[in-house]
Each structure stands twice: as structure tokens, then as C-alpha cells.
């Protein structure tokens, strides 16, 4: 029974420990990100593999990212601009950022 009840508590402590990341991809899906960005390849804009990549080992990313997702930015990436989002709130977007920076 022990046992089992360790088992369990593993297991809830897995589930939970990755649920930001599922709820992080499942709010890029509602802001409407995936239309043009994937987790591991380019579609119109950069994968988010390859921007965290990009961003490694700097400390400001997470604003940097943050201010692209709702003003938008052009240059960083190649000729097409990324349009604003002015829909997604301040704190949507650094959950946001944080999450792309999180993509290995």
C-alpha cells in the first residue's frame, strides 16, 4: 500500500510540474501564435526553438519578447514583420515569453 501511495504522489507531482507548459501552449493557441510560429520548426515567423535559442543567456528576454508579442517588430527575423497584438494583456505576454524561452 505504500508503495502504491508513493506511486501516486510521483505521479501527481509529474502531472502538475508540467501543466504550465501545457497551459502556456494552450494560451499561444488562444492568442492566436500558432498560426504563424510552431514549437520545433518555422512556419511564417522563427520556431520558439529557435528564438529561445536566439535569447539564451539574456537576462532582459523575457520584456524584450514580451513588448514583440503585443507591438509587434520587424527586422529581428527577415523582411515579413510580426504584427502587434494588442488583444494580449502584459501578463499574458510574458507567460508567454517565458514559455518560448523555455523551448530547448
Not at 514549437?39 to 535559442?53: N, Q, R, T
Not at 527586422?75 to 505576454?93: F, H, K, L
Amino acid at each position: 500500500m505504500k508503495h502504491v501511495l508513493i506511486t501516486c504522489a510521483l505521479s501527481a507531482t509529474a502531472l502538475f510540474s508540467t501543466a504550465p507548459a501545457f497551459a502556456d501552449l494552450a494560451l499561444a493557441q488562444s492568442k492566436n501564435c500558432m498560426a504563424c510560429h510552431a514549437v520545433d520548426k518555422k512556419i511564417v515567423g522563427p520556431s520558439y526553438k529557435d528564438v529561445a535559442a536566439k535569447y539564451k543567456g539574456d537576462k532582459a528576454a523575457v520584456d524584450k519578447l514580451a513588448t514583440k508579442i503585443i507591438k509587434g517588430g520587424s527586422g529581428s527575423w527577415g523582411a515579413i514583420p510580426m504584427p502587434a497584438n494588442p488583444q494580449v494583456s502584459e501578463a499574458d505576454s510574458k507567460k508567454l515569453a517565458s514559455w518560448v524561452l523555455a523551448q530547448k
